[in-house]
């Protein structure tokens, strides 16, 4: 089993509701959703450029897969995220927007923001103790040879090389596109989210995600709320 410590609006959230359809599985429930129908994309389309990020389930990573070291225990990881949860304000993020990240496309702040990269630094860093040391498959895995000495380094300090320094908070919402069908895809997830990216994105929990076995999906293990302790305090 591999834990995972993510973000992603509660289950009811407008945005969460429209990322499940377009990814097409629901990560709080594991069902499969039914994809939203575009103009200029069939539905086994969606399907095919969706098939990455759905088994991930819709979020945004801060602490990438793991798994626990044998001195941890699942209650131990949720005892401490759930105290460390509280100790963190919750904020929002003013704006989303659909973007290109080379030949993906995700959801990712329109103006950076210091609280997200504050946030996910602490996170790395608080619950490296709960990660189990990689393997050298899964070092593998990452492609080493094609990581910058820098995103190197952060592999085998951090166990992922796309933390700290070469953070970007980006929630996924394909795989890799094929150039001539960016065209289209593009401007279709722009219309598809534009109505649940009017508003603020509350950040207000960090979810545990969870990998039953190997390459099974991962779903929302526990939704820990931000704040109570600081509430606490300021009352």
């Not at 080493?144 to 190197?152: F, I, T």
């Not at 401007?187 to 929990?205: C, K």
Request: glycine share 6%; hydrophobic share 45%; with cysteine.
């Amino acid at each position: 089993m591999r834990y995972a410590i993510f973000f992603t609006p509660p289950a009811g959230d407008p945005l969460t509701l429209a990322a499940t359809q377009w990814l097409g599985r629901n990560a709080f429930s594991g069902h499969p959703v039914e994809p939203p129908a575009l103009r200029g994309l069939t539905i086994p389309e969606i399907a095919y450029y969706t098939a990455l990020p759905r088994r991930y389930g819709f979020h945004a990573a801060l602490k990438a897969p793991f798994r626990l070291s044998e001195k941890m225990s699942e209650s131990m990881l949720l005892r401490h995220l759930m105290r460390f949860a509280g100790t963190i304000a919750p904020f929002a993020v003013e704006r989303m927007e659909v973007a290109r990240l080379g030949d993906f496309y995700g959801l990712v702040p329109s103006c950076p923001s210091e609280q997200l990269l504050f946030l996910a630094a602490a996170v790395v860093q608080e619950f490296d103790a709960f990660r189990a040391p990689l393997t050298e498959e899964e070092i593998e895995r990452r492609d080493p040879h094609g990581l910058s000495a820098a995103q190197l380094a952060n592999l085998h300090r951090w166990g992922c090389p796309h933390v700290m320094d070469e953070f970007r908070f980006y929630m996924s919402l394909t795989g890799p596109v094929a150039s001539a069908v960016m065209t289209v895809l593009g401007p279709a997830l722009e219309d598809f989210f534009a109505p649940v990216l009017q508003s603020p994105m509350e950040i207000a929990n960090l979810a545990l995600f969870v990998e039953e076995e190997s390459g099974a999906p991962f779903r929302v293990h526990s939704l820990h709320p931000l704040g109570r302790i600081s509430r606490r305090r300021t009352a």
